[in-house]
Structure formats: C-alpha cells, structure tokens
Nanobody, 118 residues
Framework: EVRLEESGGGSVQAGGSLRLSCTAS????????VGWFRKVPGDECNTVWH???????YYSDSAKGRFTVFRDGSGNTVYLQMDSLRPEDTAVYFC????????????WGRGTQVIVSS
C-alpha cells in the first residue's frame, strides 16, 4: 500500500519560515514524478514545485527565491523549506506523485495546514 504523509505545518507570522516534510511508504520518490501543491481557500489547487522523472524541476513564480525543495538520502522523504512567508501562502500543502493540479494524481497525502498572519 502506498501512503504519503505530510507534516510540519503550523501558524507563523509573515516573514517567518516553516519546513514541511512528505514521507512516502510503498514507493521511492527517486523513481517518481513528484510535486508539492497547495489548496487555497475556494479549493483551488496551485503547483508550488514539481520535478519530472527526467529531473526537470519547476518552481512557481511565487515560490522562486523563497522556497527550496530537498530530499533525504533514503529517497522516501521530500522537504519543502519555506522562507519569507507571506499571508497569501496560507493554504493546505500536500505532496503528490504523477499528475498535476489539472490531471489526476497517482498518489497524494492529506496535506498539512499553513497559516501565515500579517
């Protein structure tokens, strides 16, 4: 059984930082197309970061320069380091494999809530 589980969310003030983690069981991220996404109020899905199996990496314009994604050596955990957070970053952040905000995901986690206050 494949499971993705996010953690690390919370409430911070604008300008603060959070590090989210996504841990997988039943698959290895190194073999997958993986992404961090977020659902904002209204249930709209936004791509934060995405990497293809070929290693092509994408950061959203909003994430560039503020967010960094890195992995641990096991291949089972992907981190989203978020710095200089803004109120508009408030969302439920989730990781997923395959798919996109406009295409069905293969697997996805339940998400972790991030609240940024001004």
């Amino acid at each position: 059984e494949v499971r993705l589980e996010e953690s690390g969310g919370g409430s911070v003030q604008a300008g603060g930082s959070l590090r989210l983690s996504c841990t997988a069981s039943g698959l290895t991220f190194d073999d997958e197309e993986v992404g961090w996404f977020r659902k904002v109020p209204g249930d709209e899905c936004n791509t934060v970061w995405h990497v293809t199996r070929d290693g092509y990496e994408y950061y959203s314009d909003s994430a560039k320069g503020r967010f960094t994604v890195f992995r641990d050596g096991s291949g089972n955990t992907v981190y989203l380091q978020m710095d200089s957070l803004r109120p508009e970053d408030t969302a439920v952040y989730f990781c997923a494999t395959g798919g996109s905000c406009s295409q069905p995901f293969n697997y996805w986690g339940r998400g972790t809530q991030v609240i940024v206050s001004s």
